[in-house]
């Protein structure tokens, strides 16, 4: 192999990192980052480093789960080629195929060493278009002060869309919250994620409750399960807001019948549901269907987050950014990564690969 691009050694660690507060979601909360971090080292040195973030409250993916998918193909990716990175996907589709977390931290090291060695910033292997985005802030689950309080918090740190939590079982509460949001922040855009936790009845009730205190939000997503496509292709053709789609666009496949069924006029692309190279095929499926983007994070480090970043920035057209979750993180294992200055993530500085790597890992 020329370049000393094969493969010596893949490796797996758990990085445990701790949040200022839980992060709750319809589905559950966590309190701590339980994710792993997967390094990919060829044959001349060059490292490169990926994140697996499973959030068992969001799709049942679990850190030991995710431990266990890395170990269980060392061995097969051991000896290849990064340069042959869709093949390796390949081979990580056929064996990994219920943890995209691990799919997507290995697919993640293996560009990172190639795009290192290549000596080439990530966001332009991804396709260059742009070196920058600007991110939302989430307001997570809790009651109508705090979130009033979180949307208060947010304004001040220069961001100007918020991202608000919903469907934890309790609708008034819900439209407590979103009021006492609109309050706080009078201006700023609305996306309602309810992770889906809701029923489409429920959804379509809170929002003709929302238009009758004058708060219409600029986006909905995932307020019923993943498997409820009537519930999707209801509230896509009732709801008068943009659905956009999360847990039910896991896939290239689930993505081509969402649009086939009018179910979504927005999907949430996550590098930890399937990995990068689905994510890839994901775009293409959006942008032939006339789709529209989002890019969106799990409890991910910046690592992750900064590696979403670059996809989204390089191939480009990504309306909606949500990629927050370093903000909400108490401790930052790594050095590198994104810029952040109030709401934009700047990529322009990062010479090569993601630019992210461990602390003390010169």
């Known amino acids: 192999m020329r370049n000393g691009s094969g493969i010596r050694e893949v490796g797996a660690q758990r990085l445990d990192i701790p949040l200022f507060e839980p992060f709750g979601i319809s589905g559950g909360a966590q309190a701590v980052a339980r994710n792993v971090l997967v390094t990919v080292e060829l044959k001349d040195g060059t490292r490169g480093y990926g994140?697996?973030?499973?959030?068992?409250?969001?799709?049942?993916?679990?850190?030991?789960?995710?431990?266990?998918?890395?170990?269980?193909?060392?061995?097969?990716?051991?000896?290849?080629?990064?340069?042959?990175?869709?093949?390796l996907a390949a081979l990580l589709r056929t064996h990994l195929s219920a943890s995209g977390s691990a799919r997507c931290a290995i697919e993640t090291a293996v560009l990172d060493a190639l795009t290192r060695q290549a000596g080439m910033p990530m966001y332009v292997f991804f396709g260059g278009v742009s070196q920058a985005l600007e991110t939302d802030m989430t307001v997570a689950t809790g009651d109508a002060e705090a979130a009033a309080s979180a949307a208060r918090n947010i304004l001040q740190r220069g961001i100007s869309t918020i991202k608000v939590k919903i469907g934890a079982g309790d609708r008034a509460l819900d439209l407590e919250r979103l009021m006492a949001i609109r309050a706080a922040a009078p201006d700023a855009p609305l996306i309602l994620d309810g992770n889906g936790g809701m029923q489409a009845e429920e959804a379509l009730e809170l929002t003709a409750a929302l238009r009758m205190n004058g708060i219409v939000p600029m986006l909905l997503e995932q307020p019923v399960p993943g498997d409820d496509w009537q519930g999707m292709r209801k509230l896509a053709t009732l709801?008068?807001?943009?659905?956009?789609?999360?847990?039910?666009?896991?896939?290239?496949?689930?993505?081509?019948?969402?649009?086939?069924?009018?179910?979504?006029?927005?999907?949430?692309?996550?590098l930890m549901k399937a990995g990068v190279v689905e994510a890839l095929d994901i775009v293409a499926v959006c942008r032939a269907a006339g789709l529209r983007l989002m890019i969106g994070s799990l409890v991910e480090s910046v690592l992750g987050t900064t590696m979403s970043a670059h996809f989204a920035a390089g191939q480009g057209g990504f309306e909606v950014v949500d990629l927050d979750m370093p903000m909400f993180l108490a401790e930052n294992p790594f050095v590198g990564g994104f810029v952040q200055h109030g709401a934009r993530l700047n990529l322009a500085h990062i010479e090569s690969g993601h630019g992210v790597r461990p602390m003390g890992d010169g």
Do not use: C, H, Y
């Open 239 to 270: 709801s008068g807001i943009p659905v956009a789609a999360d847990e039910t666009a896991s896939s290239a496949v689930n993505v081509m019948r969402l649009a086939a069924e009018g179910a979504a006029q927005v999907v949430n692309i996550k």
């Open 51 to 87: 994140e697996a973030a499973p959030f068992p409250a969001f799709n049942g993916e679990t850190q030991a789960g995710a431990e266990a998918a890395v170990a269980s193909v060392r061995g097969q990716l051991e000896g290849g080629d990064v340069r042959e990175w869709r093949a």
